[in-house]
């Protein structure tokens, strides 16, 4: 990490010493007033200039003002760091170049967001390299979206990524974390490949003989992420319970692994994804609101494929690039350009892989149109699968409800014996509570159930 040259003006001595304190890594100057502000910045090159507004008790006129526009002149980043922090003054501040203006009181917090937004400033952000080589796109909504998520990218602020499956939330989540500057690592997670028991374990940790199988101890994705981003995909899918749970970590930055008693503390920014409707997901009561709350902050929407048709050729270019080129007839070209692509960037992808992988110079239509049946972006909506005339008969004796109960189990009975009777892969692979496995187990023990399907 760069050292900095840092001016602190400031007339208090506790104070002067509590931001020297928490500034120690970097050489740091100090001015007592107005006269010893100005000559430092006169005589020396700062990187950033801490300002308290006003300069002993009898400075009324906020004289740390003045300060303000010799810095931005010398080249500093000025910062106000003030007890006098009514409207007016905030505004006048701002309009004389302070980039940021904080409340004393907070000195740790404020001043590692100050740094972190300094180095984001120095560092610049290529647009061109990331659009081309990291989030292609050419369509401008989607650009302005990941820049709006650039610029949020230094603070703490959570950030929510809305989006269809395979239009590059994961990426987003990643260019974010390297554009925050933070020293920790990008710690990713699909919430919804896990039981609510097992998800606890890989965000928690856990110790050696915690459960069955934990033979050793295992260091948690939250302490994994210190000082760095947590990335949640698939939010969504986290059962209330471990909401309740992960929200009490946020909120703490201390938790305890599975089997301790000793707590762990995390400092870590939290980015999401989800494909699915956030307001729905509180209606139906499979979100808390406090939860929402604390890991929504900045919400960016990602469009799918079929809505920026604009960035079929050139992602096709960048899936293609080092490797075999594939080159297609007109025919073959207008049908890609056309398609639905209801599996998105990533159903693209998979399709260039397995035409480079043939043997074709120049692929056609029909070839395409094969490969794309083959290997569709998603299942067919269950509206596309019909309905079996036993259960349809059946939903018409016995009523839906019954009816849905009962697909429900047989379901679960079919992906439990192809599992060989295990039960923790059919929790994971049908994404569904212990209490709906058991109470399912159940019905499967009645014999009578089953009657009106044959």
């Known amino acids: 990490m760069k050292k900095l040259k840092i001016l602190v003006v400031e007339d208090d001595a506790l104070a002067q010493k509590a931001m020297s ?7 740091v100057a100090l001015a007592s007033d107005l006269k010893s502000a100005l000559a430092a910045l006169d005589s020396s090159r700062f990187d950033i200039c ?10 009324r006129g906020c004289s740390g003002l003045k300060v303000i526009p010799r810095a931005a002149a010398k080249g500093a980043y000025p910062v106000v760091m003030s007890a006098s922090e009514s409207e007016e003054m905030i505004n ?13 009181g907070n000195e740790a917090a404020n001043i590692g967001a100050v740094l972190a937004q300094f180095r984001h400033s120095q560092a610049g952000f290529d647009a ?34 809305l989006g269809p499956s395979g239009t590059g939330k ?66 969504g899918a986290m059962s209330l319970d471990m909401q309740t749970k992960l929200l009490k970590a946020v909120e703490e930055r201390s938790f305890y692994p599975v089997g301790s008693d000793k707590p762990e503390t995390s400092e870590f920014r939290i980015v999401s994804a989800t494909l699915e409707d956030l307001q729905k997901l509180i209606s139906q009561n499979r979100m808390r ?6 890991v929504h902050g900045l919400t960016v929407s990602l469009k799918p494929l079929a809505e920026r ?11 293609t690039r080092g490797g075999k080129r594939i080159s297609f007839t007109k025919e073959a070209k207008d049908f890609l350009l056309g398609y639905s692509w209801p599996g998105n960037a990533r159903q693209l992808k998979k399709l260039l892989e397995l035409l480079a992988a043939g043997t074709e110079g120049q692929v056609g239509l029909e070839l395409v149109r094969r490969h794309l049946s083959q290997n569709p972006g998603r299942p067919a909506a269950p509206a596309d699968l019909g309905v079996e ?14 009816t849905v109960d009962r697909f429900v189990a047989e379901i679960v009975r079919r992906n439990l014996a192809e599992n060989h009777g295990k039960k923790v892969k059919t929790l994971s692979a049908l994404r569904i509570s212990n209490r709906l496995l058991y109470s399912t187990l159940k019905q499967l023990d009645d014999p009578g159930r089953s009657e009106g399907l044959g």
Request: negative net charge; hydrophobic residues 40%.
């Open 92 to 104: 006048q501040a701002y309009a004389l170049g302070c980039k940021d203006f904080y409340a004393k």
């Open 309 to 319: 048709r604009c960035d079929i050729l050139p992602l096709i270019r960048f899936f």
């Open 50 to 59: 801490f300002i308290d507004l006003r300069l002993g008790e009898a400075d």
């Open 170 to 235: 994961t990426s987003l989540g990643r260019i974010i974390h390297e554009q925050s500057r933070r020293p920790g690592a990008f710690v990713a997670i699909n919430c919804s490949a896990y039981t609510e028991d097992l998800l606890e374990a890989e965000l928690f940790g856990y110790r050696k003989g915690a459960f069955t199988g934990a033979a050793e101890g295992r260091k948690g994705r939250l302490l994994q992420a210190h000082q760095g981003t947590l990335f949640l995909d698939e939010i």
């Open 21 to 27: 304190k928490h500034l120690a890594e970097h050489s």
């Open 289 to 294: 609101f406090d939860f929402f709350q604390r």
């Open 389 to 402: 005339e036993a259960w349809y008969r059946h939903a018409l004796e016995q009523g839906l409800p019954e």
């Open 128 to 161: 061109g390299f990331v659009f081309s080589s990291q989030f292609v796109t050419e369509d401008p909504a989607t650009k302005a979206g990941v820049l709006e998520a650039v610029r949020y990218a230094p603070s703490d602020l959570p950030i929510m990524i």
